[in-house]
């Protein structure tokens, strides 16, 4: 039980286009997501906290203009990568809460490379 | 401000090594403590830890938290090549996790 899964597991985009990371709960439902970035050798940095139903709350420092997340129902969330440049390229991981549960669960990640 | 440091930076070690790995942390409102496992993809879930001085035990590995003196450590007793990875330290906090740097642990035949 408990598994989350994201698509696409890699992605390479020219600069400037924009990118969609989905995150789905696959066999439970999730009020709460979660997305962090990972630069190489370095920890997961949390991005924003996703609500079904409602805005997500944005970390500092990140954009929210920039990193649009929609979490339009219990088992899904997407984060979208607007106008990406090369220094967005990362790791994007999200996980997800279940309701009522004690710990979040990860999805496999996402590599994006930006050209 | 919330935080959470890990030491070491990186390990290496030899197959059968007992390695220890630390991880201190300031909070205002702790909920848990959380060991990761992180290889080439996202982190796997090892332990939670929300009470002082009772040891998880899972195999070879095995964790503890101290929440006087705010630090938690993770053993991994006869290594194997198996467990190079990054160990990854979370503090849960309110509805989030801040996790630490990681220890990079590179265990050698």
């Known amino acids: 039980g408990a598994v989350v899964s994201q698509h696409p597991s890699w992605v390479i985009c020219k600069s400037g286009t924009s990118v969609k990371i989905e995150c789905r709960s696959l066999?439970?439902?999730?009020?709460?997501m979660f997305w962090y970035r990972q630069f190489p050798k370095q920890s997961l940095m949390l991005m924003a906290t996703s609500n079904e139903g409602s805005k997500a709350t944005y970390e500092q420092g990140v954009e929210k203009d920039k990193f649009l997340i929609n979490h339009a129902s219990l088992t899904l969330s997407t984060l979208t990568v607007t106008s990406a440049h090369p220094e967005d390229s990362s790791f994007y991981i999200c996980?997800?809460?279940?309701?009522?549960?004690?710990?979040?669960?990860f999805g496999p990640g996402t590599r994006l490379l930006v050209l | 401000e919330d935080k959470v440091v890990q030491s070491p930076l990186s390990l290496v070690v030899h197959e059968g090594d007992t390695v220890t790995l630390n991880c201190s942390y300031e909070?205002?409102?702790?909920?848990?403590l959380l060991w990761y496992k992180q290889e080439k993809k996202a982190p796997t879930f090892l332990f939670m830890l929300?009470?002082?001085?009772i040891e998880k035990k899972s195999g070879r590995l095995s964790s503890i938290l101290d929440k006087k003196e705010l630090f938690s450590i993770l053993n991994i007793t006869a290594t194997q090549t198996g467990d190079s990875a990054i160990y990854l330290c979370?503090?849960?906090?309110?509805?989030?996790?801040?996790f630490g740097t990681g220890t990079l642990l590179a265990v050698q035949p």
């Open positions: 996980s997800a809460h279940p309701a009522g549960g004690k710990t979040q669960y």
């Open positions: 066999d439970f439902q999730a009020t709460t």
């Open positions: 979370a503090l849960g906090a309110t509805n989030k996790l801040i």
């Open positions: 909070v205002t409102n702790f909920r848990s």
């Open positions: 929300t009470s002082s001085g």
